[in-house]
């Protein structure tokens, strides 16, 4: 919940709440005629948008009114044409290269260009009974990278997107209409624009996916009832370059390397990750006098579809050569200085996780000769900070286990809100009512938020009477949405199994698993 502050300063571009990233938001809600495209997973927008097809775009900062879900940030609603009885069409072409922008002091070895042609057509398939309206967006961007570190030229990156639309509208009677729309966004990119990464780190991205939504529509007199479903498919999975396993190599700060030094090896991961969601929406709008009433309900199932694939079955984190034989202790890499950190001896976490394990073993005893060292029956931390010592391996990530994973999560909500208009003075009052459960790997639910009211009130206020100026202010309470992130972590139960491991007395020993029942 966020009910406290303004919401509206959650949508500015110096705003952040992902790690600090400015501009970046989870806050904020995206739709394509009431469909929504928000991603599931990280909360940030889930499609890209043919700009042709637009023919108005609301936002709302503040006064967010209760048929819309609890947005701390923005509400962005984009309305897509639509056919008439006369036949139009367009055809567009845009190029930018390197040479039309100032030069890069910084990074003199990168070029560029893009390319963005689109071709949107609509008209009639029967004069004052049907529709149609389509538009496909072409737009290609190519970029030479140089290196962070040395400027020198590492990889040239494609970026294609084919961004599809189409709409046809069918008036059934005069007060029936029914419209279908699809859109699609699959993108190919075939590496990463990072300066930070080498060519052995580079992945390819597949991106985008495919929308339908279904809409209909009745008026009775001053009564307009509106039923919608929709089906949106995002995918952002990232498929290693070359078929290496990841070998991170830990420095200490002061030391002279590259980033080819620090990565070696390739990405080491392959990972498919699907994020789609359903939808259904049916809301009820009447107006009478100055009020206008309105009510709806709606449901939601996102879900995340993710099968990772670990190269070679491991990533590696090994100590730089010039370290080989030093016995570096787990004390002197948790101190800081080191340009990785894993296994951290002074992470309760870590050496916890380790103790049990070695306790679990039937070689229990080999262990605690090493590294009990006043002989006590216990291992502290600073025992075995001192006593863990590496001369070359330090920590990997073992896949254990292979296999899919979907979690998913359902949620259902009910409002209703009336806005009235007194001379100058327009308010909004209503209330909404969510309920979200999530569920495991398993298909078990793990956890349900039950229902939650979220009151909503606006006031706005036309100072001069011409609709150019206004004083607004309002109340509201917003639930901020569990993610599915949140729900992949709580309810990765079955699949892919993934094993943290520290090197210990000659082998790879496990302080931590993430995936699996445990």
């Known amino acids: 919940q966020n009910s406290s502050g303004n919401p509206a300063s959650r949508s500015g571009m110096n705003y952040s709440d992902i790690g600090g990233a400015v501009g970046v938001s989870t806050d904020n809600v995206f739709y394509f005629d009431g469909m929504n495209v928000t991603d599931p997973v990280t909360g940030t927008f889930g499609a890209n948008l043919n700009t042709e097809i637009i023919q108005e775009q609301k936002v709302i900062t503040g006064g967010i009114p209760a ?68 538009s496909y967006r072409y737009t290609n961007r190519q970029d030479e990278v140089a290196a962070l570190d040395t400027n020198q030229f590492l990889r040239s990156v494609d970026n294609t997107q084919h961004q599809g639309f189409a709409k046809a509208s069918w008036a059934v009677t005069r007060d029936d209409l029914l419209s279908v729309t699809y859109l699609s966004d699959p993108t190919e990119i075939s590496g990463r624009r990072d300066r930070n990464i080498t060519n052995a780190r580079d992945r390819a991205r597949e991106q985008g996916g495919h929308r339908v939504l279904g809409n209909y529509t009745r008026v009775w007199g001053n009564t ?31 030391d002279t390397r590259t980033l080819a030094d620090e990565q070696q090896g390739g990405f080491g991961r392959d990972l498919v990750d699907q994020r789609d969601n359903s939808a259904v929406r049916v809301t009820l709008q009447r107006i009478f006098g100055a009020h206008t009433a309105k009510a709806g309900f709606s449901w939601e199932n996102p879900r995340n579809f993710r099968d990772t694939v670990y190269v070679d079955g491991q990533g590696r984190y090994d100590l730089a050569p010039q370290y ?15 340009s990785n950190l894993q296994f951290d001896v002074t992470n309760t976490s870590d050496f916890s996780g380790f103790i049990n394990t070695i306790n679990g073993r039937p070689d229990r005893a080999r262990f605690y000769a090493a590294y009990d060292t006043n002989g006590d029956g216990t291992i502290t931390t600073a025992e075995l900070g001192a006593a863990m010592v590496f001369n070359s391996s ?70 001069l009477g011409n609709g150019r100026h206004k004083v607004s202010a309002y109340w509201g309470r917003y639930y901020d949405p569990i993610r599915n992130d949140m729900t992949n972590f709580a309810g990765t139960l079955t699949g892919s199994v993934l094993e943290e491991q520290v090197f210990a007395l000659g082998e790879y020993v496990t302080y931590r698993t993430r995936g699996g029942a445990t």
């Open 324 to 338: 080989n034989g030093q016995n570096i202790s787990a004390a002197q890499i948790a101190g800081g200085g080191w």
């Open 67 to 134: 048929e819309f879900v609890g947005a701390t940030g923005l509400i962005s609603n984009v309305i897509t044409k639509s056919g008439s009885n006369t036949f139009h069409g367009s055809a567009n072409y845009f190029f930018q290269n390197t040479d039309l922008v100032a030069e890069n002091r910084n990074g003199e070895a990168q070029e560029f260009s893009t390319k963005d042609n689109a071709y949107p057509f609509g008209g009639r398939l029967l004069r004052d009974r049907a529709w149609f309206f389509a």
């Open 224 to 254: 307009l009832l509106e039923v919608m479903a929709n089906k949106h498919n995002g995918e952002v999975t990232d498929l290693s370059a070359i078929r290496e396993g990841r070998i991170d190599v830990l420095f200490q700060g002061t």
């Open 394 to 463: 330090y920590d990997r990530d073992f896949q254990a286990q292979l296999g899919p994973q979907e979690t998913k999560s359902r949620g259902m909500s009910l409002f209703v809100q009336d806005e009235w208009r007194f001379r100058r003075l327009t308010f909004n009052l209503g209330v909404r009512a969510e309920q979200w459960k999530h569920y495991a790997t398993t298909g078990d639910e793990i956890f349900t938020f039950d229902w939650a009211l979220a009151p909503r009130l606006s006031a706005a206020y036309d100072v």
